[in-house]
């Protein structure tokens, strides 16, 4: 089982929508299992433990986000090159980890409602939100 594999199905409303859940879901820290919780308490003291989860993270963050990037491509936007994609994933990431913190905090949603509309549909559709009527306007 991945302790990362949150289950997609928010999928297929819009890429916008899509994009706000699964960073939601991403960057979410409360509620989580205990186990889950109590690793990654454990990883801040061990290096090795730290790298793997950090590695799983990664690799999760980056198969949504093509998932996501791929849907975009099949709606008429340009696709994502790899190496785009790969440096927008390790940008997810290292956002996440920011906001976050060392003490494993929720980010709020209007940040990562930020993040979608100024970051990752620039990237993924090649322009930035423009504002029009949505669940998470």
């Known amino acids: 089982m991945n ?5 997609n ?3 297929r409303t819009s890429l916008r929508d899509d994009l706000i859940a699964f960073m939601e879901q ?13 690793t990654m308490e454990m990883a801040r003291s061990h290096p090795d433990l730290f790298q793997t989860l950090t590695e799983r993270f990664r690799v ?4 949504e986000l093509q998932e996501l990037a791929t849907r975009s491509a099949e ?18 990431v290292a956002l996440l980890a920011h ?3 060392p003490v ?6 209007e940040r990562l409602i930020a993040l979608v509309d100024h970051v990752l549909l620039a990237a ?3 322009h930035p939100f423009r504002r029009v009527k949505s669940d998470h306007s």
């Open 9 to 11: 199905g928010w999928m």
């Open 60 to 63: 999760y963050v980056r198969t």
């Open 124 to 126: 993924m559709a090649g």
């Open 26 to 38: 991403a960057g979410k820290c409360e509620g989580s299992p205990p186990v889950v919780t109590a």
């Open 99 to 101: 906001h976050t913190g």
């Open 75 to 92: 709606t008429g936007h340009e696709p994502l090159p790899k190496d785009k994609l790969d440096v927008l994933s390790d940008t997810v």
């Open 104 to 109: 494993g905090e929720s980010i709020p949603v």
């Open 3 to 7: 302790m990362f594999d949150f289950g």
